[in-house]
Each structure stands twice: as C-alpha cells, then as structure tokens.
C-alpha cells in the first residue's frame, strides 16, 4: 500500500479532521483516508450524472419538431410500433 505525505495543513483543518477522526473512532490517516474516497466517489458520481444530462439534453435535441405537437396517444402507438 502507498504512503503519502502531506505537508503545510492549516491548523484548522487539521484540527477539523482530528475532531472527526476521534468522532467515528479512526486514525487520522484512516479518516483521511475514507474522507478522500468520500469525495472520489462523489466526483465521479458527479462526472456521470453530468454524461447522462447531456446525452438526456442530446437526444431532446434530436426530437423532429413534428412530434413536439402530436398528442400522447400517438406517440405511444408509433412507439409501440416500432
């Protein structure tokens, strides 16, 4: 496993961390560590929701204009067709 160092922390934020880390029973290499996994997770959470809006958004786009009008009945029926 690798090691990392990290150096010139705030003293508040440091502190922040500790308070934590005693909270929930952790080192603080280990709360750091799950904090950091924490916000990875919520990236790429983030990174994928933002893939899925734009193909929602692209494909929106790709709608013909004639079908914007037609009533809900039809859309079913040619969907059903297909």
Same mark, same amino acid.
């Given at each position: 496993?690798? #090691?990392l160092h990290v150096r010139? +922390?705030?003293d508040e934020l440091y502190q922040a961390i500790q308070d934590l880390a005693a909270?929930?029973?952790?080192? +603080?290499?280990?709360? @750091?560590?799950v904090l950091l996994e924490n916000s990875l997770e919520r990236e790429a959470l983030q #990174?994928?929701?933002a893939k899925a809006i734009?193909?929602?958004?692209?494909r929106r786009r790709? @709608? $013909? #204009?004639? $079908? $914007?009008?037609a009533d809900s009945l039809t859309l079913l029926r040619?969907?059903?067709?297909?």
């Open positions: 496993m690798a #090691t010139n +922390i705030p909270r929930e029973q952790r080192s +603080i290499g280990a709360e @750091v560590t #990174t994928h929701r734009d193909r929602i958004n692209r790709t @709608v $013909k #204009t004639a $079908k $914007k009008d040619e969907d059903r067709a297909r």
